[in-house]
T-cell receptor, first 111, second 116 residues
Framework: QKEVEQDPGPLSVPEGAIVSLNCTYS??????FMWYRQYSRKGPELLMY????GNKEDGRFTAQVDKSSKYISLFIRDSQPSDSATYLC???????????FGQGTRLTINP | NAGVMQNPRHLVRRRGQEARLRCSPMKGHSHVYWYRQLPEEGLKFMVYLQKENIIDESGMPKERFSAEFPKEGPSILRIQQVVRGDSAAYFCASSPRLAGGGNEQFFGPGTRLTVL
């Protein structure tokens, strides 16, 4: 079983829709969670960084962590064509510095 | 403040040649990480370095791959005797000195290695 699982999609939604991206993780020791956005042939860009359970909001983006179910979500409101990218969830292993990534979900926002 | 810099951006090698990938971390960052991304796959950790020290190389293949982060200059990921399976995007990330807690890593644009 992979430590972080993510549906690779692809996911295609119309402009303006609310997008929900999800990951599950198996390692109970994970405490910090990140969401990265990666445009085609570019490096990952850190979008959101959360600790423990709860919500964190930044503009049109909301990250949600539910540690009881080991579920991580990223919501995008008022989605724009410029949001079209691959979204990767990640968590650092406890006691180590390496990030464990999900496979990434490819998202397309259609004008 | 410049971001993480990687060069070259694209590298073509023939089987059996050596590949050298360079990474300059963000200013003030003393932690460097290398990840590999195969086509249609997520990023996989390779190695974590601080200045002059390899801290964690649990993701590095046992043979042909090596990494360093000298006191002066960029971090280098070296792949000897490349094979077609080494074709991938190699990303470097850096983070600031940590006082404890989380680990925000900032990524460079990557080096895309193609082995012919």
């Amino acid at each position: 079983q992979k430590e972080v699982e993510q549906d690779p999609g692809p996911l295609s939604v119309p402009e303006g829709a609310i997008v929900s991206l999800n990951c599950t993780y198996s390692n109970s020791a994970f405490q910090y969670f990140m969401w990265y956005r990666q445009y085609s042939r570019k490096g990952p860009e850190l979008l959101m960084y959360t600790y423990s359970s709860g919500n964190k909001e930044d503009g049109r983006f909301t990250a949600q962590v539910d540690k009881s179910s080991k579920y991580i979500s990223l919501f995008i409101r008022d989605s724009q064509p410029s949001d079209s990218a691959t979204y990767l969830c990640a968590s650092p292993t406890q006691g180590a510095q390496k990030l464990v990534f999900g496979q990434g979900t490819r998202l397309t926002i259609n004008p | 403040n410049a971001g993480v810099m990687q060069n070259p951006r694209h590298l073509v090698r023939r089987r059996g040649q050596e590949a050298r990938l360079r990474c300059s971390p963000m200013k003030g960052h003393s932690h460097v990480y290398w990840y590999r991304q195969l086509p249609e796959e997520g990023l996989k950790f390779m190695v974590y370095l601080q200045k002059e020290n390899i801290i964690d190389e649990s993701g590095m293949p046992k043979e042909r791959f090596s990494a360093e982060f000298p006191k002066e200059g960029p971090s280098i990921l070296r792949i000897q005797q490349v094979v077609r399976g080494d074709s991938a995007a190699y990303f470097c990330a850096s983070s600031p000195r940590l006082a404890g807690g989380g680990n925000e890593q900032f990524f460079g644009p990557g080096t895309r290695l193609t082995v012919l």
